[in-house]
């Protein structure tokens, strides 16, 4: 079996009262979801967050502590991928997809994400992620 690893966070920001979280909708398959990416060798699960982010989105970001999910599921016959997310600060609300990846990067409404999300796994991550946002 297979093993693969990718980190990526959900990134939020308050504008005008409203959380809103950073969502991607990608070229290949055409499915909303948060930034992620491949873990490259030597970097920590944190420093991949990060960079996935920035490089999907334009968005500069800070994993804030007290959040670390991981989805778990077979991408294809024969290998399992993990996928460990974080919760981040986004440090700007401005956005610049990777033309190659991403058709589109943006904030949504939290409310407003949890149904374009195309899986159930990703909504429930954003339900946890919601309840860190109202703490901080």
């Given at each position: 079996?297979?093993?693969?690893?990718?980190?990526?966070?959900?990134?939020?920001?308050?504008?005008?009262?409203?959380?809103?979280?950073?969502?991607?909708?990608h070229r290949a398959?055409?499915?909303?979801?948060?930034?992620k990416g491949h873990?490259?060798?030597?970097e920590t699960e944190?420093?991949?967050?990060?960079?996935?982010?920035?490089?999907?989105?334009?968005?500069?970001?800070?994993?804030?502590?007290?959040?670390?999910?991981?989805?778990?599921?077979?991408?294809?016959?024969?290998?399992?991928?993990?996928?460990?997310?974080?919760?981040?600060?986004?440090?700007?609300?401005?956005?610049?997809?990777?033309?190659?990846?991403?058709?589109?990067?943006?904030?949504?409404?939290?409310?407003?994400?949890?149904?374009?999300?195309?899986?159930?796994?990703?909504?429930?991550?954003?339900?946890?992620?919601?309840?860190?946002?109202?703490?901080?």
């Amino acid at each position: 079996m297979r093993r693969e690893k990718s980190c990526g966070a959900l990134c939020f920001l308050q504008q005008d009262g409203v959380w809103k979280v950073l969502m991607v909708k990608h070229r290949a398959g055409g499915h909303w979801a948060f930034p992620k990416g491949h873990v490259e060798k030597g970097e920590t699960e944190t420093e991949t967050a990060v960079r996935e982010v920035l490089e999907e989105t334009g968005v500069p970001i800070e994993i804030e502590p007290g959040y670390r999910e991981t989805n778990s599921y077979s991408p294809y016959r024969g290998a399992v991928k993990d996928v460990v997310y974080f919760w981040a600060r986004a440090k700007q609300a401005d956005t610049r997809p990777q033309p190659e990846e991403v058709e589109i990067a943006r904030f949504v409404p939290v409310e407003e994400a949890a149904k374009l999300l195309t899986y159930e796994a990703d909504r429930r991550l954003l339900k946890k992620a919601e309840e860190q946002a109202k703490k901080g």
